[in-house]
Each structure stands twice: as C-alpha cells, then as structure tokens.
C-alpha cells in the first residue's frame, strides 16, 4: 500500500488540537464545537485514506478490492462507509428535541468509538493507529461532554 506521512497526519491533528475546548460553564454552543471538530475528524481520515492509496499500483488496486472504487473514483477521496455506501443527509439524525436529539449525539459518539476500534483490530501501521488513538480519545470526550449536557438538560440548567 501507499505510504503514510507522518508529518501531514500530525499537522491536521495540531490543527484538531486548537479546536478543541474545555471548560464551558454552559452548554449552550457546545454542539458547534463538537461539530467544528468532528469535520476535522473526516479531514484527518480522509488525509490518512489518501496518503495510504495515492501511491497504489493497478495490481494492488485490483487486489485490495478498490477496482469498482477506482472505477468511479480514482484514488480521490469520496466519503462512504466501509460496505460502500456512500455518506448522505441520512447519517445524519435530528428530532428537534433536546433531549432526544443528545441520546443520538451518544449514541453517535458510541458508534464512532467503535469504528475506532475496528480500525485499529485491522491496522499494522504505528502512524496510522496513533492517529485513530487520538480521534477515538476525542469521542470519548464527546461522549462524556453531551452526557454532561443531557444531564444539565435533564436537571434543568440549560435552556
């Protein structure tokens, strides 16, 4: 497979890094922050699919299973899920419900955390995995940052 420049990976995550935040006494933008970082989390995995499989051969393309998204795509960077399908407005889930809408957030964050964790079953690549250690310790982050925000929510501190 391609290469991985280290150097690319860990500038997008010193950018990551400035975006992250800390200390709200409120809850009430928190979600844009979350979202602002979370782009980065495709910005940064779309950087990592793209150093790994800029460089690929026709034969490796075509044994690696990447023919039919060669076909369409070349090598570039399409976002899709790992069976293929690519990412729409139907990812993405909003009730208009505060409360509901933050056990999506969770869930979200779960489901995120355990792709992670997926990835990095499959992975032998030390630059790689320390990349998805990072964003994997973000969602957790997350995780616990919308808990914080159902329960102001729940107690009745946030509006």
């Not at 950018?15 to 800390?22: E, G, N, R």
């Not at 399908?85 to 979200?108: H, R, Y």
Request: charged share 25%; hydrophobic share 35%.
């Amino acid at each position: 497979m391609g290469s991985l420049s280290k150097s690319k990976v860990e500038g997008s995550s010193n950018l990551h890094k400035s975006w992250i935040f800390s200390g709200f006494s409120s809850t009430e933008h928190f979600d844009t922050d979350i979202g602002t970082e979370e782009l980065a989390h495709l910005e940064i995995v779309s950087t990592i699919v793209h150093q790994l499989t800029r460089n690929l051969s026709m034969e490796e393309i075509e044994n690696s299973g990447l023919g039919p998204y060669y076909i369409d795509h070349t090598v570039a960077v399409w976002p899709q899920s790992a069976a293929g399908i690519p990412v729409n407005s139907c990812e993405f889930q909003s009730k208009g419900d505060p409360i509901t809408d933050l056990f999506e957030d969770l869930a979200a964050e779960q489901k995120a955390r355990s792709t992670y964790d997926n990835i990095l079953r499959l992975s032998d690549d030390p630059d790689v995995n320390n990349v998805i250690r990072f964003l994997r310790e973000r969602e957790i982050v997350h995780f616990q940052r919308f808990g914080e925000a159902l329960q102001a929510k729940v107690n009745g501190f946030a509006t």
